[in-house]
């Protein structure tokens, strides 16, 4: 039996098997870079709220989590993530977090809305694979199933493509090494901007004479690009060339052999030699690191609030991860694992430094963040928190079944916003627009750090909408509250479903004396109270 079990473990030793989960060893690594006290676990309220808000991008309602706080199961946090992570919900939400992260809220291309999100959703639903959905947006060419992917690459304007490619896929800004090596990142060449360049500018957009849709089709390349630094006098030039990699020849071809296909349907000839195809297949390499260490810096930052490396497109050696050795092993693990988003999000999930609580210990000063003692408190995204406050106000089903009526006058968002239209927004649609246009940055911008502003303020303080969604109707809050006589039962209530917790003894001593002092107003009391936990960092935070 001993020898056995010595052969098994030789054998796991030799297929570089470990008997600790990633989730562990993210454990481990985190403990000693921390060297003092962490903050301890959080309690089953915080856990459940952070990770709902995470995987399925809403909070949980006050009847989840009262179950999950009875649930004596001692698995439960991990069936929870995996429910949620099998749910259609994180389909959903994880599509609102990609699409803002690769496309800045931008509206790029002629792709609509609708088909870019099903492509992503039909993604994330079965088994996301990071190196396969980046493929299928770099080789977007609006031919079968992927056709939406071509978002990604909007208008095909080559300096745009090339930046968001550098930054997005690989973790650096480039901007600046377009005119000149990077004045402060001394591994940026010009060299890299021109050599990605060189993969894309062969792309354009050609109409299909038929069926009169816009597809991406590739000129065929001939030489290599010509690029000169604005501080020299000599030319260069370049070939196709990833970072990290060597440069791409440029294949010669007998006349007449140069396409794969005739031109047709006013789609030019396919060139045999394709750049942007081996563009992608070389950039999402398990080989390629740049590619992997990208992904993971990310992908930890949408659940740790904080990337390992940050910010994130400035992932260089003169700015290194906060754990090097703890990059190292994801990349390691994530491309081991073929790319799966799934199954690395579930081990962060599943992690004692995601599950930690966000207080501090006691006698701890103010941590460094980057060493993760604590959770990392994260912003409700624009679309999280419209989601929140319509479930923390009973109001989803009511808002969510609203339609724009064809026959009326166009909403005047603007109006509303100026003041000078005073009428609600009449459909769903335009509710989002009202909250993309207050919470979210202006399109180009990346969405990465929370970003107060006094419009935004202003808007949970004073908005009409917000504020109608706190008078009773149907069986929103306020109405079930309204019913209730127990100041604890009602205090109980409005904390659960606004908080996400149960109210501490002092918190529901304010609720009974402020609704004794209210008690000829009692209504618009408890739509005043509903307001204030709406209204709070603890509500507006991912905590």
Not at 333 to 348: C, G, L, M, S, T
């Amino acid at each position: 039996m001993r020898a056995y079990i010595t052969i098994c473990i030789l054998q796991c030793a030799c297929l570089g098997w470990s008997a600790e989960h990633l989730h562990q060893s993210i454990d481990r690594l985190i403990k000693t870079k921390a060297g003092g006290p962490i903050a301890g676990k959080s309690n089953d309220p915080e856990f459940f709220r952070r990770v709902q808000l995470d995987l399925a991008g809403q909070i949980p309602t006050s009847k989840e989590v009262r179950d999950f706080i009875q649930n004596k199961n001692p698995n439960k946090r991990a069936k929870l993530i995996d429910q949620l992570l099998a749910n259609d919900t994180f389909a959903e939400h994880w599509t609102d977090r990609l699409s803002v992260m690769l496309l800045e809220r931008q509206n790029l291309g002629k792709i609509n809305d609708e088909d870019w999100r099903s492509f992503l959703i039909k993604q994330l639903k079965e088994e996301p694979r990071w190196d396969v959905m980046a493929y299928e947006m770099i080789t977007a060419d609006g031919k079968g199933d992927t056709r939406a992917a071509m978002r990604f690459l909007g208008n095909a304007n080559h300096e745009r493509m090339t930046k968001d490619i550098a930054r997005l896929f690989l973790g650096m800004d480039l901007q600046c090494a377009k005119c000149h090596d990077h004045p402060s990142v001394d591994e940026w060449k010009q060299a890299h901007f021109w050599g990605l360049f060189a993969y894309l500018n062969q792309t354009k957009s050609a109409t299909h004479s038929k069926n009169k849709l816009p597809y991406f089709v590739e000129n065929l390349a001939t030489k290599k690009v010509e690029f000169q630094s604005v501080f020299e006098a000599e030319k260069k030039s370049t070939g196709p060339y990833l970072p990290g990699g060597k440069e791409i020849d440029i294949p010669t071809f007998e006349k007449g052999q140069e396409y794969e296909k005739p031109a047709a349907d006013g789609l030019p000839a396919v060139p045999k030699f394709r750049p942007r195809e081996l563009m992608a297949r070389e950039l999402t390499s398990n080989n390629n690191r740049y590619f992997t260490r990208n992904a993971v810096n990310r992908l930890w930052y949408l659940m740790m609030g904080r990337g390992l490396s940050h910010p994130l497109d400035e992932v260089h050696a003169q700015n290194p991860p906060s754990h090097p050795q703890l990059m190292k092993l994801l990349m390691k693990e994530f491309a081991a694992h073929k790319f799966d988003v799934k199954w690395f999000i579930r081990e962060i999930a599943l992690s004692e430094s995601y599950q930690r609580s966000s207080k501090l210990p006691q006698d701890a000063k103010q941590p460094d963040p980057a060493l993760y003692i604590t959770a990392h408190p994260k912003a409700l995204t624009p679309e999280q928190l419209l989601r929140a406050i319509l479930k923390a106000t009973g109001n989803t089903k009511r808002v969510e079944a609203l339609k724009a009526d064809p026959n009326a006058e166009k909403f005047d968002r603007r109006g509303y916003f100026t003041g000078s239209h005073r009428e609600l927004p009449s459909s769903y649609e335009e509710i989002k627009a009202v909250f993309m246009e207050t919470f979210a940055q202006p399109a180009g911008q990346e969405e990465v750090e929370f970003l107060p502003g006094l419009n935004k303020a202003l808007f949970l303080m004073n908005d009409r909408l917000l504020l109608s969604w706190l008078h009773p109707q149907g069986e929103n809050l306020v109405a079930r509250v309204n019913k209730l006589k127990d100041p604890k039962s009602i205090s109980e209530e409005l904390y659960f479903n606004v908080l996400g917790r149960p109210p501490v003894k002092e918190e529901i001593h304010i609720v009974s004396e402020y609704l004794e002092k209210q008690n000829s107003r009692r209504t618009e009391a408890l739509g005043e109270l509903v307001w204030s936990l709406l209204t709070s960092i603890e509500f507006r935070i991912n905590h």
